[in-house]
């Protein structure tokens, strides 16, 4: 039968995402059959599913990591922030709409059937699910309704993992209380805790380790120090976008407050021969970069306000007029263009924006959305390309006949006439070596990366790193079978 257990944190971002990773890919290599579940994310940096929907990324990871093809039975409930009161709901990989706080907190309830459902359906196929909480069991004020954390825990019959980041300091305090404040049957579903992110010798918090235990009543599991090579795996918060200092060929990247799917710079980031320049508001974009590139954004007439807002379009207008390389990928690339036209006020009041004007092509938002799994070859140098498109909109123009993309008998993306500044709505194209190759070349850099082996390479580096720090034997015989009610056993 199906066992499960879940992963909790004292905080956001203790690192349950990577915890999660780390622990599937250890089941994988100890013979296990397993899954990671996630009831409700909040995140824009989505994946493409096999069946057809979208992840959150994190997702996607902890199931290549698994040994399985992503499926939206993972993260049945993922929102994507639109602003700061309000976000898009993607329910079993598809959006059913947009709601603010108040309207979602409403809508909660009758989401959790929908996460039962999957959780359930991702049951029938696995031995062990490692289910990843969301925020923080500790926000006792969102408890109503809950479907993320011990609301989830409580319906399905999980027992939890509870995880504190002691790099963020007050670690006992994070970890006591919670239980402190949980309600009793919630603490009760708790049944072990770990710490994580540990800088140092471990030794020193030993008194630490046993004043949590003697105050909460639950044993430790472990004390995880920092995971040096975390960067080398495609992040999914904002948070975790980094700089990466390496060669002289220097990408710059301007940090738009709604980026989305920026996973498309972590290959980038590990090549020896490029400096990866994330450019926050505030600062100017760099003179000197070889290539300037605009990733996606969940809002793109937001985020180009945002990015006039920070005299980006001036330092852009003078990067192109010393003939330096630009690249816009999605929303970035409808932002490059001349116009950006919203007749049905999907980002906001209907209307219309100018865009940049380097790309001579014009996008309409539209609220269909083009979301799959693309395969691509690039025109210059004829090297294949897979990823993923994840977008609103159309976007047409003269130099869309100039697109640099080929997807079976149609050109994908387009660029100016001197091809210094390219456009496309396809993710993931520098996770493909021989491409990325190429177009490093062009910009007088080598690549010497294999960026998915890579990948493989560092989660296994983060299970053996788990396996070292953490009990997992027992970790894994404290996981259940879940409480799942026989109606949805009977879907599938």
Not at 81 to 102: F, K, M, R, T, Y
Not at 206 to 228: H, K, M, Q
Not at 261 to 271: C, H, I, S, V, Y
Not at 371 to 392: F, Q
């Given at each position: ?155 399905a019959g999980v027992p ?204 309409v938002l539209q609220p ?31 130099d869309c006949e100039r ?90």
């Amino acid at each position: 039968m199906t066992r499960a257990i879940m992963i909790q944190g004292a905080g956001s971002n203790v690192g349950k995402s990577l915890l999660v990773a780390g622990l599937a890919r250890a089941c994988l290599r100890r013979g296990i059959s397993v899954a990671p579940f996630k009831p409700q994310n909040m995140s824009n940096n989505a994946a493409v599913t096999g069946d057809g929907g979208e992840i959150g990324r994190a997702q996607a990871l902890q199931a290549r990591a698994a040994g399985r093809t992503p499926l939206t039975h993972m993260n049945p409930v993922l929102l994507k922030p639109e602003g700061a009161h309000g976000a898009q709901v993607i329910v079993q990989g598809h959006p059913v709409g947009s709601l603010g706080a108040w309207g979602y907190t409403r809508e909660k309830p009758r989401l959790m059937g929908a996460v039962l459902d999957n959780f359930a359906r991702l049951g029938h196929s696995t031995d062990l699910i490692i289910v990843e909480g969301a925020g923080s069991p500790a926000e006792i004020n969102l408890r109503a309704g809950d479907i993320a954390n011990m609301g989830f825990a409580r319906a399905a019959g999980v027992p939890v993992i509870l995880v504190g980041d002691i790099d963020r300091g007050g670690v006992i305090a994070q970890i006591v209380g919670t239980q402190a404040v949980l309600d009793p049957d919630d603490a009760g579903m708790i049944r072990g805790f770990a710490v994580n992110k540990f800088r140092g010798d471990i030794s020193l918090f030993a008194d630490g380790e046993r004043a949590i235990a003697a105050r909460t009543g639950w044993p430790s599991l472990g004390v995880v120090p920092w995971f040096e090579h975390a960067w080398r795996l495609p992040p999914e918060d904002v948070q975790d976008l980094t700089s990466s200092r390496g060669g002289a060929c220097r990408i710059a990247v301007p940090q738009l407050g709604r980026i989305a799917n920026f996973d498309d710079l972590t290959p980038l980031a590990g090549e020896p021969g490029v400096t990866l320049d994330i450019i926050p508001p505030g600062r100017p974009l760099p003179a000197d970069a070889d290539l300037i590139l605009v990733a996606g954004s969940k809002s793109t007439i937001a985020d180009l306000e945002d990015f006039r807002a920070n005299g980006w379009d001036i330092d852009l207008a003078a990067h192109v007029r010393r003939r330096g390389r630009v690249l816009g990928v999605c929303g970035g690339y409808q932002m490059l263009g001349r116009r950006v036209a919203d007749p049905d006020g999907i980002e906001g009041p209907p209307g219309a924006v100018e865009g940049l004007g380097h790309l001579d092509v014009e996008t309409v938002l539209q609220p269909h959305k083009r979301l799959g799994l693309t395969e691509a070859r690039h025109e210059p140098s004829g090297t294949p390309v897979r990823g993923y498109e994840i977008h609103l909109g159309e976007t047409v123009g003269p130099d869309c006949e100039r697109g640099w993309l080929c997807v079976g008998d149609r050109r994908e993306g387009a660029q100016s006439p001197d091809g210094r500044v390219q456009g496309t709505y396809l993710h993931g194209l520098f996770a493909e070596d021989a491409f990325r190759a190429a177009y490093l070349a062009d910009l007088g850099a080598v690549s010497d990366l294999l960026y998915e082996d890579a990948v493989d390479t560092t989660l296994d580096a983060l299970a053996r790193h788990l396996e070292t720090h953490l009990d997992v034997d027992r970790l894994l015989s404290l996981a259940a079978e879940p409480v799942i009610a026989p109606e949805d056993q009977s879907k599938s």
